[in-house]
């Protein structure tokens, strides 16, 4: 019960980060109106507030699941822990996001910087930190190509609405400028980091861990098979101002948006209730 409690809430702390980090860094590279920009906060104030919850909800399940004594030595084996360092940067992160609100050029660089404290949070969470050095890098740079492509499918959700047809091509073309590097650095540093881990470990091929694993490579060929149409069938219909491929854009993200729901879902059982190692701490 507690194991699948850690990774519904580990879940939900994905959702928050990721999307306030992400619209945090997609805000500063696509643009966009006044609306969109509001929007934009409004989902960073959002996912802030979530990771902070969820932050702190975990560490109350993590205490539960060592055994539920809040003494000393469980507390200590928390936060004066890896453990304690991803939740002291998600949370200080997830606060500085939500005390710099000010629109200027200034707060938003600050915004930027502030976001990527909480993306180093991963640098100490989920079974990467096992491995070494290289594969916490990697985990962070997989995680923050994760939130970019997720904060820009947040915005571009709300500019099919909000923007007009010029605007909206025009933040399409930015992103599709940017999608294929994020998108392919994040592929090439999660196959690197799942070959790391797997190579690592000691566990069979028929172990729950790398049956989630083989789940969520699928689930995301069909999160990329999603954004391929996006990018050659409907992009070139916006770049000739096709109202009906606006219509279409906005269902196709939502589609992404579930799909990536999914892979986080995955993820979460992946990081919480399974492991690739024969000895594992929490």
Known sequence: MLDALAAIMEAFLFAGLLSCTGAVFAEATLGGSTDTTRFAARVIRRGALLTIVASLAGAVILVLRLGGQFDQVTLSAVFLSIHGAAFALQVGGALLLLATVAEDHFARSLRVA????????????????????????????????????????????RACSGEGPQELAAMVRRFGALAGRAVGGLLAAGLILALLIVSSAVT???????????????????????????????????????????????????????????????????TTVTTPFRDFEF
């Not at 999160?223 to 196709?252: E, F, H, I, W």
């Open 114 to 157: 502030n976001g990527s404290i909480v993306i180093l949070s991963f640098a100490y969470h989920g079974h990467a930190w096992n491995v070494g050095t290289g594969a916490a890098i990697l985990a962070v740079g997989h995680i923050a190509a994760a939130a970019w492509w997720i904060g820009s499918l947040w915005l571009l959700h």
């Open 204 to 270: 069979p091929f028929t172990s729950p861990y790398l049956r989630l694993l083989a789940l969520k490579i699928g689930v995301v060929a069909c999160t990329l098979g999603a954004a391929a149409y996006n990018k050659y069938r409907l992009s070139p219909r916006l770049a000739r101002c096709d109202a009906a491929a606006a219509v279409s854009l906005r269902t196709m993200i939502r589609i992404e948006l579930i799909l990536i729901g999914a892979v986080l879902v995955t993820t979460a059982f992946l």
